[in-house]
Antibody, heavy 121, light 107 residues
Framework: EVQLLESGGGLVQPGGSLRLSCAASGFTFSTYAMSWVRQAPGKGLEWVSAISGNGGNTYYADSVKGRFTISRDNSKNTLSLQMNSLRGDDTAVYYC??????????????WGQGALVTVSS | DIQMTQSPSSLSASVGDRVTITCRASQTISSYLNWYQQKPGKAPKFLIYAASSLQSGVPSRFSGSGSGTDFTLTISSLQPEDFATYYCQQSSSVPHTFGQGTKLEIK
């Protein structure tokens, strides 16, 4: 059974930093692209970032480019999102997600339970 | 970036009704269109990929169609557990943009 467990969320001041982690199990982690998707309170889903299975390719939404960094450790089956220069509009539940198949284009088939990030003074 | 527009934004229906949600892409995305269901306080659930392929375990009352820029999600006979918010998402190119969501409510 695929399991994705996010951690690292919390309250941070504007301009601060936070690192989210996603512990994966139940599948061969290194063979799947992974992503982060967020949802601001009462709002819709926003794709944030994605990384290929070997970590060689990374992609970001314009809203986080230059501030967030996605990475993965395939030896530890862990996905990470380093978030710097946080702003109020970064407040959201952050989900990690796994591709449904071997391709970026196959959709995001499995999701974690989410980690809440609140940016406020 | 490709913009995804869903309609309607909200919909009231009754158990047993047939409902259709539409999703339009701002440019052609072939069949790289996915649908998700989300219930309050829960993570999204993957329903349909490649516009019309049902994810394993998803009831057959759900179906998807379309290609190019226009897509639909149809629920043939609404069940109580289907009342939720539905999102389309394109996976043709990054960023993998979502539609704004369609909230399906009980009439």
């Amino acid at each position: 059974e695929v399991q994705l467990l996010e951690s690292g969320g919390g309250l941070v001041q504007p301009g601060g930093s936070l690192r989210l982690s996603c512990a994966a199990s139940g599948f061969t982690f290194s063979t799947y692209a992974m992503s982060w998707v967020r949802q601001a309170p009462g709002k819709g889903l926003e794709w944030v970032s994605a990384i290929s299975g070997n970590g060689g390719n990374t992609y970001y939404a314009d809203s986080v480019k230059g501030r967030f960094t996605i990475s993965r450790d395939n030896s530890k089956n862990t996905l990470s999102l380093q978030m710097n220069s946080l702003r109020g509009d970064d407040t959201a539940v952050y989900y990690c997600a796994k591709t449904a198949g071997g391709s970026w284009r196959s959709g995001w088939g499995d999701w974690g339970q989410g980690a809440l990030v609140t940016v406020s003074s | 970036d490709i913009q995804m527009t869903q309609s309607p934004s909200s919909l009231s229906a009754s158990v047993g009704d047939r409902v259709t949600i539409t999703c339009r892409a701002s440019q052609t995305i072939s069949s790289y269109l996915n649908w998700y269901q989300q219930k309050p306080g829960k993570a999204p659930k993957f329903l349909i990929y490649a516009a019309s392929s049902l994810q394993s375990g998803v009831p057959s009352r759900f179906s998807g169609s379309g290609s190019g820029t226009d897509f639909t999600l149809t629920i043939s006979s609404l069940q109580p557990e289907d009342f939720a918010t539905y999102y389309c998402q394109q996976s043709s190119s990054v960023p993998h943009t979502f539609g704004q969501g369609t909230k399906l409510e009980i009439k």
